[in-house]
């Protein structure tokens, strides 16, 4: 099989050990979310990928699992280590699948998206080493069309509960069906879409490592902000629409926040967005802050030939520094707000725009770790903020109400709920209550 040759600029950093209590005291201390809690035992973690798999699904699953100290290892089962997900994102795999056959694991889990459940599905090797799991009691599991269209096929849910994506409950045994987010039974664990990934894999922290660290973890990602549970909030409202489909620019770098990124891609591009990934890096390939594999679609000087309606930028403490150091992204930015055009942040990325005087007199959000870095009104309380022509949050879980939130003022709210209902994202009531105090 075919190996990617990895360029010298995008080396990972070495990842840090740590005991997890003194994780979770600093990170309760500081509120940031970029180091791994690290149990003190090691659990490897499978996580295959082919083309067409859910990217939101697969990177969720491993950035939470690494974050949670698992040895995770993504594999890719084409012959080449890069894939292109369901929704146009570019993955890096660490290894190919056949270098995983010999391998013992405590925990394969395997992500959905058409076709990648399908190429999961007809991979032997694959096959062969989720048979061994479940022969040998480990814990496996599958989201969205996986279940279904993966393991049924497989008769590995035999005499188990099961639930799986609305668009496949047809497929599975109807006895054992259940119309749950999330269905654990033994060592099977089963979740219905992206909108439920979180829940799946924080089942997995649990179950691996125990309630204390599946409870930390999800702190650590501010789970309680997400779901809807938290009204976003809009001040000095201005109209989004556009006579044209909106195109938006999401620069990259090495150690932003993948879910971010992915999570903000992958929403925005099944809304029908024309959506850029443009890396600041002198290579498009970028080693996220969790150490996945992501390529851009082009470079950043690239970009600047073209207009954005929406520029956003997601998190991470490296990346927003490497992010905030790219010339063109600052000349962009200030192009985009002399133009009145819209421009946001994620997570600690506010404080760029802060320190390109981009949010006078705006009202904004962030991550905690950032408020000090903010000197104008922060909204503490909300997931995510919109003034005007200007758009923030603050990060990781709460991003998919802001990409939910941008779709809903680009095309109103019946696309926005068909949207949520493809992706099983379950929104509050109140997520749809407009805020305009």
């Known amino acids: 099989m075919a190996t990617a040759i990895r360029p010298l600029c995008c080396t990972p ?11 979770y ?18 659990k490897k973690v499978l996580v295959p990928i082919g083309l067409g798999t859910e990217e939101m699904e697969a990177v969720i699953l491993v950035d939470v699992l690494r974050r949670a100290g698992a040895d995770v290892m993504v594999a890719s089962v084409e012959p080449e280590l890069q894939i292109e997900g369901s929704s146009g994102t570019k993955l890096v795999a660490d290894k190919s699948i ?21 190429r999961l599905r007809d991979c032997k090797i694959l096959r062969n080493i989720i048979t061994k799991q479940a022969e040998e009691k480990k814990l496996y599991g599958a989201i969205c069309a996986a279940p279904a269209v993966t393991l049924l096929s497989w008769g590995l849910m035999k005499r188990k509960k099961m639930t799986c994506h609305p668009a496949f409950m047809s497929k599975l045994p109807t006895f054992w069906a259940v119309q749950s987010n ?17 829940e799946f894999a924080l089942s997995f922290v649990q179950q691996l490592f125990g309630d204390k660290s599946a409870a930390d973890v999800g702190e650590l990602l501010m789970l309680e902000l997400g779901g809807g549970l938290l009204l976003k909030k809009e001040f000095n409202k201005v109209d989004w629409s556009f006579g044209q489909t909106p195109r938006v620019l999401v620069p990259i770098a090495n150690g932003s926040e993948e879910m971010e990124v ?5 929403i925005l591009r099944r809304a029908k967005v024309d959506v850029v990934v ?4 002198k290579c498009l390939q970028v080693v996220a802050s969790q150490n996945t594999n992501i390529v851009a679609d082009m470079s950043i000087a690239d970009s ?30 200030k192009e985009q707000k002399e133009s009145g055009r819209i421009y946001g942040a994620i997570c600690s990325a506010p404080a760029i725009l802060q320190k390109l005087g981009l949010l006078e007199d705006k009202i ?11 000197t104008g009104p922060v909204s503490s309380a909300a997931g995510v903020v919109i003034d005007g022509n200007v758009i923030t949050c603050k990060g990781l879980r709460t991003v998919m109400d802001f990409a939910m939130s941008i779709v809903h003022k680009f095309f109103g709210r019946g696309r926005t709920r068909s949207l949520a209902e493809g992706i099983v994202f379950e929104c509050d009531k109140s997520w749809w209550v407009e805020d305009s105090s």
Do not use: W
């Not at 443009?278 to 890096?281: F, L, N, T, Y």
């Not at 927003?320 to 063109?328: D, F, H, M």
């Open 25 to 42: 005291r600093r990170a309760s201390r500081s509120k940031t979310m970029a180091t791994p809690l690290t149990p003190t035992s090691t």
């Open 304 to 333: 600047f030939e073209h207009t954005y309606d929406l520029i956003i930028l997601p998190g991470g403490a490296a990346g927003v520094e490497r992010l905030g150091k790219s010339k063109i992204l600052k000349k962009l930015l």
């Open 278 to 281: 443009a890396s600041v890096e």
């Open 364 to 374: 904004v959000t962030a991550h905690p770790s950032v408020f000090n870095k903010l």
């Open 262 to 266: 992915v999570m903000l891609v992958d």
């Open 98 to 118: 056949s270098a995983c056959a010999n391998e013992s694991f405590d925990l394969v889990a395997l992500p959905g998206g058409m076709p990648g459940a399908a």
């Open 13 to 23: 950093p070495p990842r840090r050990t740590r005991n997890i209590a003194q994780d």
């Open 182 to 198: 999330l269905q654990v039974s033994g060592e099977l664990t089963t979740s219905r879409g992206p909108g439920t990934t979180f």
